[in-house]
């Protein structure tokens, strides 16, 4: 049997839809199957298990902020070039995965081992050099003096809360929320981006 890129493609977004909302563990693969129209012999055809669909989808996510990443990280710019960048990455990431912070946060407490091990190194050695980056730039005086992981959890913060509301809200009022919420989120970028300018400029 030849696998159909377009039978592949609706697995995957429709396990995406499954997976945002209710996690690794709360999701069932006959959902899935359900979600994408298909039978459940055929999504196991498509993807032997869960697991493998999970991972399948989660990496496709961490893979797009990696290679943002990569290419902010090989272009020298001060860090608040770089961290207004890193903004546009992570806001533009998740508005179109609107439901990944809660998915992340069940994943992380689901199952911490699983989540540590699908995050890519190079995510990880991103952040320590940008934390080296914010100590000697605030040891130059070119930035103001600052504990790099409170600067980057206050950043994160910012960008993470509206979209963990957003399942609420857009309950509450679908209509009138939901494209407010797009030109919301655009003036975000500008918002945290002058938070980030206002707290380290000397």
Do not use: C
């Amino acid at each position: 049997m030849v696998k159909d890129t377009s039978t592949e493609q609706r697995i995957i977004e429709a396990a995406r839809r499954v997976f945002m909302q209710k996690g690794m563990a709360g999701a069932r693969m006959q959902e899935i199957a359900d979600e994408a129209g298909i039978n459940k012999a055929l999504l196991h055809y498509y993807f032997r298990s869960k697991e493998k669909l999970f991972e399948h989808i989660f990496g496709e996510v961490i893979a797009r902020i990696s290679m943002g990443l990569k290419s902010i990280f090989e272009k020298e710019m001060g860090v608040l070039e770089r961290l207004t960048s890193i903004v546009d990455i992570y806001v533009d990431t998740l508005m179109e995965n609107r439901y990944l912070p809660l998915f992340v946060l069940n994943e992380m407490n689901q199952n911490p081992e699983r989540f540590s091990s699908l995050l890519q190194e190079n995510i990880i050695e991103h952040m320590k050099k940008l934390f080296i980056e914010i100590r000697q730039e605030a040891e130059s005086g070119q930035i103001r003096e600052t504990n790099p992981a409170h600067l980057l959890l206050n950043i994160l913060g910012l960008i993470i809360f509206p979209f963990a509301t957003y399942p609420v809200m857009q309950k509450v009022a679908p209509e009138e929320f939901r494209p407010f919420f797009n030109n919301f989120l655009e003036e975000r970028k500008h918002e945290v981006k002058q938070f980030i300018i206002n707290a380290l400029t000397p």
